[in-house]
Each structure stands twice: as structure tokens, then as C-alpha cells.
């Protein structure tokens, strides 16, 4: 009120001088974590349509926010079933192609640094060898490494560069194909493509994708170059049976067609008028029963 008792009024006549109400988000009005307004200003930006219902932006926060909970659901199932505790996009990789649903939707995406799913035939994988158990060590003897290594003669233990603990035992190596589950090496094929000059950049991805891809034709050859050297009755594959198929496959006849085998000889396209007609032999008369059968053997 002023001097003269009078309510003070806002601009347009609206009662002032309240507290003013805190502002509410639509995402929270929605119960939502993703940005129902920011959407929204996307959904407008992008000239979709001439009209945006005021609903859109809520469903489709709505529709989003259900599947990255789903993926990141199964993502970190797999990191879980390989002992991490980082999602990666590998992780992400897994859990959409084993999510047949997921599949489906996001068939033609590709994940980056998410690598590939080897689709190798069994029979081509190398068959596990059991290796003898180890025995353990003697007490004793494990006593005085762990005394030897990490203590110093003083009994302090021994700390390695910038304050780490050191003496452990130290991490084997995991080769980059191991990493991917692939055959082919991954590392080479990197070198080579840095070597060769092919590109200013090569990413990290570019030797995992190429081995996949590699490693994936190798095996389509030599599942057919098995079926041909089985149909001619032979154990060993020879550059004819590659040859073979190849050239009786469409997909790989097209891609290999500029390609010379070596050593795998010719096949041979000639025209069915030039080839030689089968005549039908005159069937044989049988014999008559007096030459057929033979005289009783005298005693």
C-alpha cells in the first residue's frame, strides 16, 4: 500500500508485491530427465512440419529417454559379463545387436569405435588344447618372492615412479584382435595402412574394420574352396578349388572378376552346339545258354 492506502498493481493490472513462484521446468512438470523444452526448440528449428503440438516434445522426450535407459540397461550387462566397470561404445555395440528389438531398430547405425561381431564358421576357429594344471608353489617359496619383491632390505616396501606401488605382478599384454575377438591381426594391418600412405589420418577403428572385413572373406573363400575340394574327393585345398569358387559365386565372382588366380587354372566356357552328341549304344544281345553255361568238369 502507499501513503494513500491504496494497493500498489503490477503492469497490466496485476496484483504486485507477492512472492513470486519459482519457475517449473516441462521436464519436471512431465516427471522427465531429458529437456522437454530444448526439444522442443529443436522440433521448431528444424522446420518438420508447420505446426508443433504442444504434446510432441513431451512424447518424444518421453520415447528417447525409455531407450537410451533400455540401452544403457543392457550396455552395462555387458560390461558387467566383461569384468569393467566403464561403458565403452563396444559395450553399446553388444548390447544392440544381441537385443533383437534393438536390432531391428538401429539395423543400418554404426557405432562408432564400437567395432565389428565376427560371423566366423566353428569349423574354422582353432580347436582348444586343455593345458596341464599348474601345481602351486610351496609356501615357503612364495613367502620369500613376496619378501624379495615388494620388501627392500630394510623391510620397506618399494614404491615405482611418481608413487605407485611397485613389484607387482605385471598385466599380460591383450593384443588388439584379441581385444575384438578377431583372427587377423588388427596391429599389422594398422602399420600398413599408416605405411602405405593412403590417407593423411588414419583413425582407430579403420585396422579393427578392415581385419573384420578381411577376416570375414577369408572365411566365405575358404568355406567354398572346402566344399569344391570335397566334391572333387580331395583333403587339400589348391588354388583350383579357390578358383572354383570364386568364379561359381555371384557375390564374390563380381568383386574378384579383374582377379588371377595363380595356379588356378582355367574354366573352360564352351558352346553346347560344339560339344560332341551322346550316341545310345545298341544294348548287347545275351549270350545264348549253350556258350553261357560251361560243361560239367569231367571227374
Known amino acids: ?60 522426450a518421453a520415447v528417447l529417454e525409455y531407450l537410451a535407459a533400455e540401452v544403457l540397461e543392457l550396455a552395462g550387462n555387458a560390461a558387467r559379463d566383461n569384468k569393467k566397470n566403464r561403458i565403452i561404445p563396444r559395450h553399446v555395440l ?30 574354422l576357429l582353432p580347436k582348444k588344447t586343455e593345458k596341464a594344471s599348474k601345481e602351486p608353489k610351496s609356501p615357503s617359496k612364495a613367502t620369500n618372492s613376496f619378501l624379495g619383491s615388494d620388501m627392500d632390505a630394510g623391510g620397506k616396501i618399494k614404491k615405482g615412479a611418481g608413487g605407485r606401488k611397485g613389484g607387482g605382478p605385471k598385466k599380460k599384454p591383450v593384443a588388439r584382435s584379441v581385444r575384438a575377438g578377431l583372427q587377423f591381426p588388427v596391429g599389422r594391418i594398422g602399420r600398413y595402412l599408416k605405411k602405405g600412405r ?19 572373406l577369408a572365411a566365405e573363400v575358404l568355406e567354398l574352396a572346402g566344399n569344391a575340394a570335397r566334391d572333387n574327393k580331395k583333403n587339400r585345398i589348391i588354388p583350383r578349388h579357390v578358383l572354383l569358387a570364386v568364379r561359381n559365386d555371384e557375390e564374390l565372382g563380381k568383386l574378384l572378376a579383374g582377379v588371377t588366380i595363380a595356379h588356378g587354372g582355367v574354366l573352360p566356357n564352351i558352346n553346347p552346339v560344339l560339344l560332341p552328341k551322346k550316341t545310345e549304344k545298341a544294348s548287347k544281345e545275351p549270350k545264348s545258354p549253350s556258350k553261357a553255361t560251361k560243361s560239367p568238369k569231367k571227374a
Open 94 to 123: 553388444l548390447a544392440v545387436r544381441n537385443d533383437e528389438e534393438l536390432g531391428k531398430l538401429l539395423a543400418g547405425v554404426t557405432i562408432a569405435h564400437g567395432g565389428v561381431l565376427p560371423n566366423i564358421n566353428p569349423v
Open 198 to 216: 593412403y590417407s593423411q589420418r588414419v583413425g582407430t577403428g579403420a585396422p579393427v574394420y578392415l581385419a573384420a572385413v578381411l577376416e570375414y
Open 1 to 60: 500500500m502507499d501513503a494513500g492506502g491504496k494497493i500498489k498493481k503490477g503492469a497490466g493490472g496485476r496484483k504486485g508485491g507477492g512472492p513470486k513462484k519459482k519457475p517449473v521446468t516441462r521436464s519436471v512438470r512431465a516427471g522427465l530427465q531429458f529437456p522437454v523444452g530444448r526439444i522442443g526448440r529443436y522440433l521448431k528449428k528444424g522446420r518438420y512440419a508447420q505446426r508443433v503440438g504442444t504434446g510432441a516434445p513431451v512424447y518424444l
